[in-house]
C-alpha cells in the first residue's frame, strides 16, 4: 500500500507539532499571567531554606509547567539580589521535579478530547470580558491543545514504519547499547537546546513511541538527553548578568549533567526495574494495541512520563544533601577581589526579633540606615575609579534598592499601639531619612553610570574631578558624627563653588564643545546630591535622637520611660 507522504504524514506530524508547541506556549503564558507576579513574591519569601527552596521550586513549577521559565526566573531574582545562591540551588532542584508532572500528564491517553475541550475554551476566551477569564480560558485551551497536537502527531508517524529508509535511520537510534543509549542522550540534549523546551522534546519522544517508531527504551534515552539541553536557557538568560546569576545557572547545568552522567550508569537495571514496575500495574510498554487496524503502543508514553518522574526525584534525593558543597564550590567560579566587597543587600542589623522591643529596634534601624548610606557612598568610589570599588554599577544599584525595602519593611513593623508621640514622630523622621537617602542613592547611581558610560577628556576629567571631590566631602557631613570630624580652621577648604565649576567647563577650550552639555549635566546632577545630603541633615536635626546610638562602639542607649538606659541591647558593628 502507497503511503501519502504529504496528506498521511507531513501535514499531520508539523501540524501536530505546532499544535503542541502552540498548546505548550498558551498554557505557560495563560498561567503565568495569572500568577506568575504572586509566584515570584511568595518564592523570594518561600526559599529562605533548601527544604523551602525546592518546595517553592517544585510547586511553582508545576503549577506554571515550565521549567524554563522558573529557572529563568530564579536567576533574574539572584541577579536583583532577591534570593541568594544558596536558596536559588534549591529552587531549581525543585524546578527539576515540578517540570516532570507536566510530563506525566502529557502521557495521558486524552488526545480525542483535546480538540473538544480546545474548541470549548477558545470559543471561551473569545468572547470572555475579563483578563482573568481570558487568562483561564487561553491556559486550559493551550492543555488541551497539548494532548491534540500529540494525538496528530503519533498518528501522523505511524505510517513511516512502512518506510524502509526511515527504518534504517532509525535502527541506527537504538538504546540497546551504552554508546547507543549516549548517542540518544546527546541529541535529544541538541533538540532541546535549539527548541528551548524539554516538554516539547518528550512530546515529540512520546509520539515517536506511542506510533511505534522508536523503541520505548530509546524514548526514555531520548527523556533522559531532553533533561541536559533544558539548561542552554539558563545559561544564556544568565550571560549578561551578574556573578551569582551566572552561578545559578551553572548550577542548573551541574544538576543535570551530574544526574545525567549517574543515569546513564544505571541505565539498563533502572529500565529493567522500570519494566518490572509498570507489570504491577498491568503495563507493558512494548506491547502493540491494535487501533484502527494499525498497531499503536499506548504503553510508551506512561513509561517516559513515569521514569521522568522518577528520574529527577532520584537526582533531588543524591544531590539534595549537597547543596552547601555546591554553594562552596559555586562561589569560588569567577571568584575575584571584587566579590570580597560588602554585600549590601542582605541587612546586618535588622533582626524580626527586636520588633517586638522598640527601645532596641531603634538603634538597629539606625545602624542600618547608616549602612544604607555608607552603600551609596560606594558609588563615589565607582565613579572616581576607586581601586576595589564594584565594576558594575547596576548591580550595585540592585543590592542597594533590596537594602532599602528591607528597612522601609522593618521600619513600618515599629508602629505599634501604645507609642508617644514623640516616638511616633522619631519612627516617621527615620523612615523619612531613608527616604532621602533613597534617593541620594540613586542620584549618585546615576553619576556613577554616567561617569563610566561617558568618554571625557582629561580635561573634562579633571573639572568632573573637582566636583567628585566637593560630594565626597559632602557625604562626610552624613557618614559621620560630627564629633568625629576633623576640626579646620575657617577658610580651610578650598572646594571650588558650583557657579565657579559650572564656568570653568564652559570656558576651558580643552573641553570639547561636544561633552560641555554632558558635563554640565554631571556638576547638576552633583549639585541635587548634595542637596539631598542637607535635607537628610535636616531630617536629623528635626526630631530629638540623643537616644539613638550613633557610633560604634558607643554605649550611649535608648532612654526608656522610665530613664534607665537599653545600651546594651544595640548590636555591635
Same mark, same amino acid.
Given at each position: 500500500?502507497?503511503?501519502?507522504?504529504?496528506?498521511?504524514?507531513?501535514?499531520? &506530524?508539523?501540524?501536530?507539532?505546532?499544535?503542541?508547541?502552540?498548546?505548550?506556549?498558551?498554557?505557560?503564558?495563560?498561567?503565568?499571567?495569572?500568577?506568575?507576579?504572586?509566584?515570584?513574591?511568595?518564592?523570594?519569601?518561600?526559599?529562605?531554606?533548601?527544604?523551602?527552596?525546592?518546595?517553592?521550586?517544585? +510547586?511553582?513549577?508545576?503549577?506554571?509547567?515550565?521549567?524554563?521559565?522558573?529557572?529563568?526566573?530564579?536567576?533574574?531574582?539572584?541577579?536583583?539580589?532577591?534570593?541568594?545562591?544558596?536558596?536559588?540551588?534549591?529552587?531549581?532542584?525543585?524546578?527539576?521535579?515540578?517540570?516532570?508532572?507536566?510530563?506525566?500528564? #502529557? =502521557?495521558?491517553?486524552?488526545?480525542?478530547? @483535546?480538540?473538544?475541550?480546545?474548541?470549548?475554551?477558545?470559543? &471561551?476566551?473569545?468572547?470572555?470580558?475579563?483578563?482573568?477569564?481570558?487568562?483561564?480560558?487561553?491556559?486550559?485551551?493551550?492543555?488541551?491543545?497539548?494532548?491534540?497536537?500529540?494525538?496528530?502527531?503519533?498518528?501522523?508517524?505511524?505510517?513511516?514504519?512502512?518506510?524502509?529508509?526511515?527504518?534504517?535511520?532509525?535502527?541506527?537510534?537504538?538504546?540497546?547499547?551504552?554508546?547507543?543509549?549516549?548517542?540518544?542522550?546527546?541529541? *535529544?540534549?541538541?533538540?532541546?537546546?535549539?527548541?528551548?523546551?524539554?516538554? *516539547?522534546?518528550? %512530546?515529540?519522544?512520546?509520539?515517536?513511541?506511542?506510533?511505534?517508531?522508536?523503541?520505548?527504551?530509546?524514548?526514555?534515552?531520548? =527523556? +533522559?538527553?531532553?533533561?541536559?539541553?533544558?539548561?542552554?536557557?539558563?545559561?544564556? *538568560?544568565?550571560?549578561?548578568?551578574?556573578?551569582?546569576?551566572?552561578?545559578?545557572?551553572?548550577?542548573?547545568?551541574?544538576?543535570?549533567?551530574? @544526574?545525567?552522567?549517574? &543515569?546513564? =550508569?544505571?541505565?539498563?537495571?533502572? #529500565?529493567?526495574?522500570?519494566?518490572?514496575?509498570?507489570?504491577?500495574?498491568?503495563?507493558?510498554?512494548?506491547?502493540?494495541?491494535?487501533?484502527?487496524?494499525?498497531?499503536?503502543?499506548?504503553?510508551?508514553?506512561? *513509561?517516559?512520563?513515569?521514569?521522568?518522574?522518577?528520574?529527577?526525584?532520584?537526582?533531588?534525593?543524591?544531590?539534595?544533601?549537597?547543596?552547601?558543597?555546591?554553594?562552596?564550590?559555586?562561589?569560588?567560579?569567577?571568584?575575584?577581589?571584587?566579590?570580597?566587597?560588602?554585600?549590601?543587600? #542582605?541587612?546586618?542589623?535588622?533582626?524580626?526579633?527586636?520588633?517586638?522591643?522598640?527601645?532596641?529596634?531603634?538603634?538597629? &534601624? /539606625?545602624?542600618?540606615?547608616?549602612?544604607?548610606?555608607?552603600? %551609596?557612598?560606594?558609588?563615589?568610589?565607582?565613579?572616581?575609579?576607586?581601586?576595589?570599588?564594584?565594576? !558594575?554599577?547596576?548591580?550595585?544599584?540592585?543590592?542597594?534598592?533590596?537594602?532599602?525595602?528591607?528597612?522601609?519593611?522593618?521600619?513600618?513593623?515599629?508602629? /505599634? !499601639?501604645?507609642?508617644?508621640?514623640? /516616638?511616633?514622630?522619631?519612627?516617621?523622621?527615620?523612615?523619612?531619612?531613608?527616604?532621602?537617602?533613597?534617593?541620594?542613592?540613586?542620584?549618585?547611581?546615576?553619576?556613577?553610570?554616567?561617569?563610566?558610560?561617558?568618554?571625557?577628556?582629561?580635561?573634562?576629567?579633571?573639572?568632573?574631578?573637582?566636583?567628585?571631590?566637593?560630594?565626597?566631602?559632602?557625604?562626610?557631613?552624613?557618614?559621620?558624627?560630627?564629633?568625629?570630624?576633623?576640626?579646620?580652621?575657617?577658610?580651610?577648604?578650598?572646594?571650588? @563653588?558650583?557657579?565657579?565649576?559650572?564656568?570653568?567647563?564652559?570656558?576651558?577650550?580643552? +573641553?570639547? =564643545?561636544?561633552?560641555?552639555?554632558?558635563?554640565?549635566?554631571?556638576?547638576?546632577?552633583?549639585?541635587?546630591?548634595?542637596?539631598?545630603?542637607?535635607?537628610? #541633615?535636616?531630617?536629623?536635626?528635626?526630631?530629638?535622637?540623643?537616644?539613638?546610638?550613633?557610633?560604634?562602639?558607643? /554605649?550611649?542607649?535608648?532612654?526608656?520611660?522610665?530613664?534607665?538606659?537599653? @545600651?546594651?541591647?544595640?548590636?555591635?558593628?
Amino acid at each position: 500500500m502507497e503511503v501519502d507522504l504529504f496528506k498521511e504524514i507531513i501535514a499531520p &506530524v508539523i501540524g501536530g507539532l505546532g499544535i503542541f508547541l502552540l498548546g505548550l506556549e498558551f498554557m505557560a503564558s495563560g498561567i503565568q499571567a495569572l500568577s506568575v507576579n504572586k509566584m515570584r513574591e511568595w518564592l523570594a519569601k518561600m526559599a529562605g531554606t533548601p527544604v523551602k527552596g525546592v518546595i517553592a521550586g517544585t +510547586v511553582i513549577t508545576g503549577i506554571i509547567q515550565s521549567s524554563t521559565a522558573m529557572t529563568v526566573m530564579t536567576v533574574g531574582l539572584v541577579n536583583a539580589g532577591v534570593l541568594g545562591l544558596r536558596s536559588a540551588i534549591s529552587v531549581i532542584m525543585g524546578a527539576n521535579v515540578g517540570t516532570t508532572l507536566g510530563n506525566g500528564l #502529557i =502521557a495521558l491517553p486524552l488526545g480525542p478530547l @483535546g480538540l473538544l475541550f480546545g474548541g470549548i475554551f477558545a470559543t &471561551v476566551y473569545c468572547f470572555a470580558k475579563s483578563d482573568r477569564l481570558r487568562n483561564f480560558s487561553l491556559a486550559a485551551m493551550g492543555f488541551s491543545l497539548i494532548f491534540y497536537g500529540l494525538n496528530l502527531m503519533t498518528g501522523g508517524l505511524k505510517p513511516l514504519r512502512k518506510m524502509p529508509e526511515v527504518l534504517e535511520v532509525i535502527q541506527s537510534l537504538d538504546a540497546s547499547t551504552f554508546g547507543g543509549v549516549v548517542m540518544c542522550v546527546l541529541l *535529544a540534549a541538541l533538540i532541546t537546546a535549539l527548541i528551548h523546551s524539554s516538554s *516539547a522534546t518528550i %512530546g515529540i519522544v512520546m509520539g515517536l513511541g506511542a506510533s511505534g517508531i522508536l523503541s520505548w527504551e530509546t524514548a526514555i534515552a531520548f =527523556a +533522559v538527553g531532553a533533561d541536559l539541553g533544558t539548561t542552554i536557557t539558563s545559561w544564556m *538568560a544568565s550571560l549578561n548578568l551578574s556573578k551569582n546569576a551566572k552561578r545559578a545557572a551553572y548550577a542548573h547545568i551541574s544538576f543535570n549533567f551530574i @544526574g545525567v552522567t549517574v &543515569v546513564l =550508569a544505571l541505565f539498563f537495571p533502572a #529500565i529493567w526495574a522500570l519494566k518490572l514496575a509498570l507489570a504491577n500495574w498491568g503495563i507493558d510498554p512494548g506491547a502493540a494495541v491494535i487501533v484502527d487496524g494499525q498497531e499503536t503502543f499506548p504503553g510508551v508514553p506512561i *513509561a517516559v512520563g513515569a521514569f521522568s518522574i522518577v528520574f529527577n526525584i532520584f537526582n533531588l534525593l543524591i544531590l539534595f544533601p549537597f547543596v552547601n558543597t555546591f554553594e562552596r564550590f559555586l562561589s569560588r567560579v569567577g571568584h575575584s577581589k571584587a566579590d570580597d566587597i560588602e554585600d549590601y543587600s #542582605i541587612p546586618r542589623f535588622l533582626d524580626k526579633k527586636l520588633v517586638a522591643d522598640f527601645d532596641a529596634a531603634l538603634p538597629a &534601624v /539606625q545602624q542600618e540606615a547608616q549602612r544604607h548610606l555608607r552603600a %551609596g557612598a560606594v558609588f563615589l568610589d565607582i565613579a572616581r575609579g576607586k581601586p576595589g570599588a564594584p565594576k !558594575d554599577p547596576g548591580e550595585h544599584r540592585a543590592a542597594t534598592d533590596v537594602l532599602s525595602r528591607e528597612i522601609r519593611a522593618f521600619q513600618s513593623q515599629l508602629f /505599634q !499601639d501604645g507609642l508617644s508621640r514623640d /516616638q511616633l514622630d522619631l519612627v516617621a523622621s527615620l523612615i523619612e531619612e531613608v527616604d532621602f537617602t533613597s534617593a541620594l542613592s540613586e542620584s549618585l547611581y546615576q553619576i556613577a553610570r554616567r561617569v563610566k558610560r561617558e568618554p571625557f577628556s582629561d580635561a573634562a576629567r579633571k573639572v568632573l574631578g573637582q566636583g567628585l571631590e566637593r560630594l565626597d566631602q559632602s557625604m562626610n557631613r552624613v557618614l559621620f558624627d560630627p564629633a568625629m570630624q576633623p576640626r579646620m580652621p575657617a577658610g580651610h577648604s578650598v572646594a571650588l @563653588g558650583f557657579e565657579e565649576l559650572r564656568w570653568q567647563a564652559l570656558q576651558t577650550s580643552e +573641553v570639547a =564643545a561636544g561633552e560641555k552639555g554632558a558635563l554640565l549635566a554631571l556638576l547638576g546632577s552633583v549639585e541635587r546630591a548634595e542637596g539631598l545630603i542637607d535635607r537628610i #541633615i535636616s531630617e536629623r536635626a528635626s526630631v530629638d535622637r540623643s537616644g539613638i546610638r550613633v557610633r560604634p562602639g558607643d /554605649q550611649t542607649g535608648i532612654k526608656r520611660s522610665d530613664g534607665s538606659s537599653m @545600651g546594651d541591647l544595640a548590636p555591635a558593628e
